[in-house]
């Protein structure tokens, strides 16, 4: 049984920094990549930041340069750092595990970025 769990996030001022972590439990193969979305009230998801099996990294324009999508391939774990938030980042974050024959997505964490 694979689990996805999410921590990291939270409340945090306008210029500040948060790190998301997205931990996989269970056996999971054949990863053809990890990504981040996000859904903030009132919107569609939409795909943060994604890193493939091969290491290729891509951002959403509205993030770049300020968030980085790292991958722990030992501990299945992948991480987000985000940093200089802007209140318009103020979403319910979600990590996928994107594999062949299904996907994986975690619960959700909160991050809240007030001005």
């Known amino acids: 049984q694979v689990r996805l769990v999410e921590s990291g996030g939270g409340l945090v001022q306008a210029g500040g920094s948060l790190r998301l972590s997205c931990a996989a439990s269970?056996?999971?193969?054949?990863?053809?990549?990890v990504a981040w979305y996000r859904q903030a009230p009132g919107k569609q998801r939409e795909l943060v930041a994604i890193?493939?099996?091969?290491?290729?990294?891509n951002y959403a324009d509205s993030v770049k340069g300020r968030f980085t999508i790292s991958r722990d391939n030992a501990k299945n774990t992948v991480y987000l750092q985000m940093n200089n938030l802007k209140p318009e980042d103020t979403a319910v974050y979600y990590c996928k595990f994107d594999t062949v024959g299904r996907d994986y997505w975690g619960q959700g964490t909160q991050v809240t970025v007030s001005s």
């Open positions: 890193i493939t099996s091969g290491g290729n990294k």
């Open positions: 269970g056996s999971i193969f054949a990863i053809n990549f």
